[in-house]
């Protein structure tokens, strides 16, 4: 009996049934992923900051003072116990290291002796021994090197002589010049520059050796794109110099025998700062950031023996990779933190959604329902009827829909991504299982709600406290401080929501107050529909709850992302900015007056200021005079710059330095110079600046902050031609920042500029490094996330409007059909249709939109966005109304287009009834 109570109840309505399974396996099928995308989205952002680091950077490395142990397999002792320590860390670490390198390099020393081109003031060589240098290039010319003649003398030396004090003899043997040279090899590009070919012979100076070094073959890498050579200065090119006292000095490098040790410590000047450089290559690999960043902070925090090191017992690795890691994980923590705010509203409303499909199966089976109750059902067996369908319906749909997401989001299986869904499959049979039974007796849904309303308070104020705690909870708490580990704040995820149910809740209390006014207007009025929609609208208010959160949460939502997307590019923006210091910075070597009068002429360009660093020069405090004179001194970073053109340069640069006027001259016979704000000078002191001479100066400001030319708060910035004049130096500049005109294409005049330098240096502009941000993971995924949020947000003031409409379908029903017979016109009766949703919508639609641009400044003060930025302050929340009104425009044309379509559907469910009961009157 039971049972076919049971069935004849779940196939009744076999429609709503498909409603509740479908909304409940798309819910389950958006909540399982989104933290799979959140997952994906840390891990791609954490790998994209790897592959973005160069890999000098990332690379774990190690530089020991000295040379390994001078046996003959002294490189094979190091791989195998570096192969040791790789297999030691975590796991995490682990898979992310690639093949030890071990190079051993010595000082730069002068080519002695004439010779070589003439435009050259020095040549110089580095010795390098790598004993993988073999795989990494080809011979274009001669041979490899040979073992040095000088080891086996040296060592055949040390037993015989040294011992013995036999310190002449020792010497006359090992810098004999009968003792050949010592072979080595040199890319191509380099001998070229440096005037060497095959076979020439050239000298450095040397301790104990003649210095002698044959050049034998000339090398060219076999990829000159491996990152092993970012790491190795001046040897595929040499490195040349342009010192403004002494003209280009060049550098490059040779490599002997991977054999020959002791010959480099032989060379003047490299005796006792030979080192042996040790990395591991760090790849792209993260599967967990955290694992990975803990195993880094593991193995760089501990020494490590290395038996292989003759002048070290032990050594401690280091990488700039955990500042990448944190910053990436603090990227990504805050990107969850954003759009699980710009989720939880949606969320919830999906369950409220849920709830009202629910409400809809009910309805339908009203009848059904009545009768199993009137023929002797209990409550109990009824909802556990109602419960246990709910459970059929819900566990399996919510099951659909996770393992749809889990195939669709490749990642690890974490038993936290289902628990949403596991409670939106539970939904369904609690909401069939809490929902009122009818009876066969009909009754008014009005009459009740005084009986209600003391319930009703009480939840209302409930929720009200727990938005006002939420709220306080979190600004007491402020940013947090460690957003790389702090995650999801389950307070700042429901924070929102239950703001947006409060004050929907305030809305639906308000709101039969504003429809009694409109009814008291239309009482006067002849027209039917208004006064008879108002009317109706009053009683069923209690019924609009759902579709009034759905609106308000939609628009907030709509608003919220528009605003913080807004709020982000532009705090990228004047980051990026900040640091470039104008349109365009050139950084490379010594810019000649040829090259500024070439960036002059380049289209585009409105002005340029030349900007002289000169780091940690004096600063002294003169005071006294004769012999009681007293001199204090500090170190500053001194920038020099054209102060003529420096603010039109830096037009439009937050927190430019604002200079003050007259700095081109001298005052009192002393250098003006504006101070950082952090230095404190004695007042009534002379000051001076120690170049090469002493310049006096006097301080004509302060200011806290240098953008885009200083940091910290150590700096005076002085004007470039007045202090050239006074010192008598020519400090060429080496930065060159370039405004732009208006309407000037970046990227033309990027390249413009540089053809103007010959591709020398680093040209960097705020847009390209707006464009680095965009490209990553995070940025990407603000963007698709927050769309995501709309979208949703949408479909579900569409399904919130039609459900609502569908609902009242069977009163609608009836009250229509008696209404026609009275001569009803098909226009009034639409508009009745219409009144049961435009009233609520209208007035929910700007509370929703005014909530949307409050959140933004709830999430500034919880939320810490200056890793989406990189500047040391949170980015002030920015509008942006044209976009904004756009979006709030298509919302409501998305709105008022799913009322049309509501009420098209509802008036096809309007049966021809003529039925009179107490609910059509």
Not at 86 to 93: I, N, R, T, V
Not at 235 to 248: F, I, K, S
Not at 633 to 661: K, N
Request: proline share 7%; hydrophobic share 50%.
């Amino acid at each position: 009996m039971r049972a076919r109570l049971w069935w004849r109840l779940a196939t009744c309505t076999p429609g709503a049934s498909l409603v509740i399974a479908l909304v409940v396996a798309i819910t389950a099928c958006l909540l399982t992923a989104w933290p799979r995308l959140l997952q994906q989205v840390g891990l791609d952002e954490v790998n994209h900051r790897i592959t973005a680091t160069p890999p000098t950077v990332r690379a774990l490395r190690a530089t020991v003072p000295g040379w390994p142990v001078p046996v003959p397999d002294w490189a094979d002792m190091l791989r195998t116990e570096l192969g040791s320590l790789a297999a030691s860390a975590g796991e995490e670490l682990r898979d992310a290291l690639g093949a030890p390198v071990i190079v051993l390099e010595g000082v730069s020393t002068p080519i002695l002796g004439s010779g070589g081109p003439t435009d050259l003031a020095t040549r110089s060589l580095r010795v390098r021994v790598d004993p993988d240098i073999g795989e990494r290039v080809r011979l274009v010319e001669g041979d490899l090197p040979g073992p040095a003649a000088y080891d086996p003398a040296f060592e055949s030396a040390y037993s015989a002589l040294l011992s013995e004090g036999r310190f002449e003899e020792f010497e006359a043997i090992v810098t004999s010049p009968d003792l050949p040279p010592s072979e080595v090899m040199i890319s191509a590009a380099s001998a070229a520059r440096l005037g060497l070919a095959v076979g020439e012979v050239v000298q450095l100076p040397a301790f104990w050796s003649n210095g002698l070094v044959r050049v034998v073959g000339l090398f060219e890498a076999v990829d000159p794109d491996d990152p092993y050579w970012q790491a190795q200065v001046s040897v595929l090119r040499p490195l040349v110099v342009d010192d403004p006292q002494r003209g280009l000095l060049a550098t490059a490098t040779v490599y002997p025998n991977p054999g020959t040790l002791r010959w480099i410590g032989s060379l003047e000047g490299a005796e006792g700062v030979t080192t042996t450089q040790l990395w591991f290559p760090v790849e792209p690999r993260a599967t967990d950031a955290g694992a990975l960043l803990t195993d880094l902070r593991d193995l760089t925090s501990r020494s490590v023996p290395l038996a292989g090191l003759a002048s070290s017992p032990s050594v401690e690795f280091s990488s700039d990779l955990t500042d990448v890691l944190e910053r990436a994980l603090s990227i990504w923590s805050s990107t969850e933190a954003v759009l699980t705010v710009a989720l939880a509203g949606p969320v919830g409303v999906t369950f409220a959604l849920l709830s009202l499909t629910v409400r809809l199966a009910v309805t339908r089976r009203r009848a059904t329902l009545a009768l199993a109750a009137a023929r002797g059902g209990s409550p109990w067996l009824l909802r556990g009827a109602l419960a246990a369908e709910g459970m059929l319906l819900g566990f399996p749909a919510a099951a659909l829909g996770a393992g749809a997401a889990t195939l669709a989001i490749p990642g690890a299986v974490l038993a936290g991504h289902y628990l949403a869904a596991g409670a939106a499959g539970l939904a369904p049979a609690a909401f069939l299982a809490v929902s009122p039974i009818p009876s066969l007796r009909p009754t008014r849904s009005d009459l009740g709600a005084r009986a209600s309303s003391r319930w009703r308070w009480v939840g209302e104020v409930g929720v009200a406290a727990l938005a006002a705690g939420a709220v306080y909870l979190l600004l007491d708490r402020g940013v947090a401080a460690d957003a790389a580990t702090a995650g999801v704040d389950p307070v700042a995820a429901a924070a929102p929501f239950l703001i947006a149910v409060t004050v929907a809740l305030l809305v639906a209390r308000l709101f039969p107050v504003l429809l009694r006014a409109v009814h008291a207007i239309t009482r006067r009025r002849r027209d039917l529909a208004p006064f008879l929609g108002s009317a109706r609208a009053i009683r069923e208010g209690s019924s609009g709850l759902a579709t009034l959160l759905a609106v308000v949460v939609g628009l907030s939502i709509t608003v919220f992302s528009t605003t913080m997307q807004t709020t982000v590019d532009r705090g990228v923006s004047a980051t990026a900015r900040g640091a470039v210091g104008a349109d365009v910075r050139l950084a490379g070597p010594y810019y000649t007056a040829d090259d500024l009068a070439a960036i002059r002429a380049v289209d585009g360009v409105a002005s340029l200021t030349e900007v002289v660093e000169l780091p940690r020069m004096p600063l002294v405090e003169v005071a006294g005079s004769g012999s009681a004179v007293d001199r204090q001194s500090r170190r500053v970073a001194v920038v020099a710059v054209d102060t003529a053109t420096l603010a039109a340069t830096q037009r439009g640069v937050a927190g430019a330095v604002a200079l003050p006027p007259g700095m081109a001259g001298l005052v009192d016979g002393r250098v003006p110079v504006l101070l950082a704000a952090g230095q404190q000078v004695t007042e009534g002191v002379e000051l001076e600046l120690l170049l090469e001479q002493r310049v006096p100066i006097t301080v004509v400001g302060r200011a806290p902050d240098a953008v885009g030319l200083a940091s910290g708060d150590s700096w005076a910035i002085a004007d470039l031609g007045l202090l050239r004049e006074v010192s008598g130096q020519r400090l060429p500049a080496r930065i060159v920042l370039v405004g732009l005109a208006e309407g000037t294409d970046p990227d033309a005049a990027l390249a413009g500029l540089g053809d103007a330098v010959g591709g020398r240096g680093t040209i960097t502009s705020p847009t390209a490094d707006e464009a680095d941000f965009l490209a990553s993971p995070s940025a990407a995924a603000l963007q698709r996330g927050f769309g995501i949020a709309v979208v949703v947000a949408a479909v579900q003031v569409v399904f919130a409007v039609v459900l609502a409409l569908v609902l009242a379908a069977p009163v609608r029903a009836r009250l229509l059909a008696v209404l026609r017979t009275l001569g009803i016109s098909a226009r009034d009766a639409r508009r009745l249709v219409w009144w049961e949703t435009v009233p609520a919508v209208v007035v929910a639609a700007p509370v929703g939109a005014a909530l949307g641009l409050a959140l933004p400044y709830l999430v500034r003060a919880t939320v810490d966005l200056r890793p989406f930025t990189g500047g040391d302050g949170q980015p002030p929340i920015a509008h942006d109304w044209l976009p904004l009104v756009g979006v709030v425009g298509g919302a409501a044309v998305v709105t008022v287009g799913a009322v049309l379509v509501a009420g098209a559907i509802a008036r096809r469910l309007s049966r021809d009834v003529l039925r009179m009961g107490d609910d059509a009157v």
